[in-house]
């Protein structure tokens, strides 16, 4: 696809401007391309009296302003001239417009493209297009064109066929300070949830390994073994969200990747010993494959071949540590290792943000020229992604904590360590997809590119330490230290799970995994802008309710240092302090708008009939009155063509 094929969605774009003054003729181009060929166009005819301007560009926007304050100037003299039938006319002309959007919303009722974009905050710099090639009208935005029933029955003909290989598409791009963004909605594949199961059994292998034996040696294998494969799925998402390309060799693709990822799942257990380099292995396989296709697309793709070109430069450099490290003896092994982890996790963002500060002289502007376009993140995608692997966590801590028992009551010390272990999940899971996404006004992603990068790194800690905090709380669920656990009690097989004591690492797993990742969700609820409540005199502002989370965080991180607590004491005062913390976000949320009961708006029932000539019958959930078309709350499926249900 061809950027000249992209087309803004704007209710209306003047082609061609005058200026007041000088009289010189402005052309508005639609989109980069088409400002490049008319700028051509005009050299070959040697018209030097028109300028040409990129719509939403800084000269566009300064030159518009210019406009504005000439017609405010003349407006001015107007109406000190002509005084009270100058305002007879402007009262006219403006009843006239406001007749004209309201009989426009009538006729349409239409929702405009901005508003899809209003949970992660509003980005005026947006411009999409439909990757096509076929212009769309204008009036996509106020939902005209909407498909008739001859239309619905005209598209059964019009079916397509699955294609091996296609050429992909940009879903969305950075280019001169504007975010273009396809005005198709990216769903979340299936094969992106097949790979979220492979990674469910990564995370389980990873973390019951580290927590079979709480050491410093087991600590360092789960570490780099699942930062190699979280890498892998962040890369293999980024590349599934950049670029559209609904074939049979994108799922080829994956499933490659998959292999890949069980290949080196199968060699996470013995990391020390004999399955160091085949797990290695497996992951620069999987990397190398990640690098063609980023290079097949840079082919397919000029706009954005050198980006794509530097990022692979970029995802080669590293693998060749990987491959020397195999080649080192431990200890001397993870100097290699973590060079490679901390090139491939924060190469890409800081060269990414050094090209923001690169200044249009010199070879700054070179670098621009060769980097005018650039892919870019959907943030609704990436946040449900990111979103989808913390549940995924928190399921697994969930998972790992189920027993079986063959104790006739069922109800004993191993239920209620399993019973707080569940509230603790809960609880953090409500912290960190509730409290820190309520009033949300501008996600860290879309507010600046410093707030994205602590997004983005702080998810890290918080979902490693997770992982190694459900592990080992699978261990203290099943540990007998505590009076009336009965190893009896426990089925075969988790018996041989089960120990008398708890060691000093695995305290300090369970410990200091829960305290940072509460921790974590801090900075990561600090990078996003909120909405202030009305009326808002409460005195547990979020950022005060922030420091007291980060000082339970604390507590939770050196209870690892209280040897004389039992595994029950311990999870019931980590669980105590965790819904401490949420009680906190909860009582701040309530108490700044004074709402401790709330009622919501009406909810109006509309029946469209099979004759369209009649009017629409709304019938309001609060009213009992009975119609025609109303029987005991029941609709009438015999006089309806649809029912449509509206929130208002």
Not at 59 to 74: D, P, R
Not at 190 to 195: A, C, G, N, R, T
Not at 364 to 370: A, E, M, T
Not at 571 to 580: A, F, K, R
């Amino acid at each position: 696809m061809s950027h000249g094929e992209h087309h803004l969605h704007i209710p209306h774009v003047f082609r061609e401007l005058v200026h007041p003054h000088s009289g010189k003729t402005v052309h508005v181009a639609r989109s980069p391309t088409e400002a490049r060929e008319l700028k051509k166009s005009l050299t070959r005819q040697e018209r030097h009296d028109i300028d040409v301007f990129l719509h939403g560009s800084d000269q566009h926007i300064e030159f518009l302003q210019s406009l504005e304050e000439h017609h405010q100037s003349q407006r001015a003299l107007l109406r000190d001239r002509h005084g009270d039938a100058y305002h007879e006319v402007e009262h006219v002309l403006q009843a006239s417009a406001n007749l004209s959007k309201e009989l426009e919303y009538a006729r349409n009722q239409g929702v405009n493209l901005e508003m899809n974009f209003n949970k992660y905050g509003y980005d005026s710099h947006l411009r999409t297009h439909n990757g096509s090639g076929v212009q769309s009208s204008a009036s996509s935005l106020s939902g005209e064109g909407k498909a008739s029933k001859s239309d619905w029955i005209a598209q059964r003909s019009q079916g397509r066929s699955m294609s091996l290989f296609v050429k992909p598409i940009l879903r969305q791009y950075h280019h001169n300070g504007l975010l273009w963004r396809s005005q198709e909605p990216e769903e979340t594949a299936s094969y992106e949830l097949f790979l979220d199961l492979v990674y469910v059994g990564i995370i389980a292998i990873s973390g019951d390994s580290a927590a079979a034996a709480a050491t410093g040696k087991s600590l360092l294998r789960f570490l780099v073994t699942i930062v190699m494969s979280y890498k892998i799925w962040f890369d293999l998402g980024n590349i599934i969200g950049w670029f559209d390309a609904d074939d049979i060799g994108r799922r080829l693709f994956v499933m490659f990747i998959l292999i890949c990822l069980l290949g080196f799942t199968t060699n996470m257990t013995e990391y020390f010993n004999e399955t160091f380099a085949p797990l290695v292995a497996f992951y620069v396989t999987a990397r190398l494959a990640l690098i063609l296709y980023m290079l097949s697309v840079a082919y397919a793709l000029p706009s954005v071949r050198y980006f794509l070109c530097l990022n692979s430069m970029l995802m080669l450099v590293p693998l060749g540590i990987w491959i020397a490290s195999i080649h080192v003896e431990e200890p001397l092994r993870n100097i290699p290792i973590w060079i490679a982890i901390v090139m491939e996790t924060f190469g890409s963002g800081l060269l990414v943000g050094l090209f923001y500060r690169v200044k249009m002289s010199g070879p700054g502007h070179w670098l621009r020229k060769k980097f005018e376009y650039i892919p870019a993140t959907n943030i609704e995608h990436r946040t449900e992604r990111i979103s989808s692997f913390v549940i995924l966590v928190l399921g697994y801590s969930v998972v790992s904590l189920l027993y079986q028992s063959r104790n006739h009551i069922g109800i004993n010390p191993f239920f209620g360590k399993a019973v707080l272990g569940l509230m603790q999940a809960f609880a953090i899971g409500s912290i960190y997809h509730e409290m820190d996404s309520f009033n949300l006004h501008s996600h860290a992603i879309r507010r600046h590119p410093a707030t994205a990068f602590v997004w983005h790194t702080f998810h890290l800690p918080l979902i490693f330490s997770y992982i190694l905090a459900g592990a080992a709380l699978s261990r203290l669920v099943l540990a007998t230290d505590v009076p009336g656990a009965n190893i009896d009690d426990l089925a075969p097989e988790s018996a041989v799970l089960s120990m008398p004591t708890i060691s000093s690492g695995l305290r300090w797993f369970y410990c200091a995994g829960v305290g940072i990742a509460l921790f974590s969700t801090c900075p990561i609820a600090l990078g996003h802008d909120y909405r202030t409540p009305p009326n808002m005199d409460c005195p547990f502002t979020r950022e005060r309710r922030l420091v007291v989370r980060l000082l339970i965080s604390l507590a939770i991180t050196f209870l690892g240092f209280a040897k004389s607590l039992d595994s029950l004491k311990i999870i019931s005062i980590t669980c105590g302090l965790v819904h401490l913390a949420l009680f906190v976000e909860l009582f701040g949320n309530t108490l700044s708008g004074h709402c401790h009961a709330a009622e919501r708006k009406k909810c109006h029932y509309t029946v469209k009939r099979r004759d369209m000539r009649k009017s629409v019958t709304t019938l309001d959930s609060e009213e009992s009155t009975d119609t025609q078309d109303i029987k005991d709350g029941n609709l009438e499926k015999s006089d309806m063509k649809e029912e449509v249900t509206t929130i208002t």
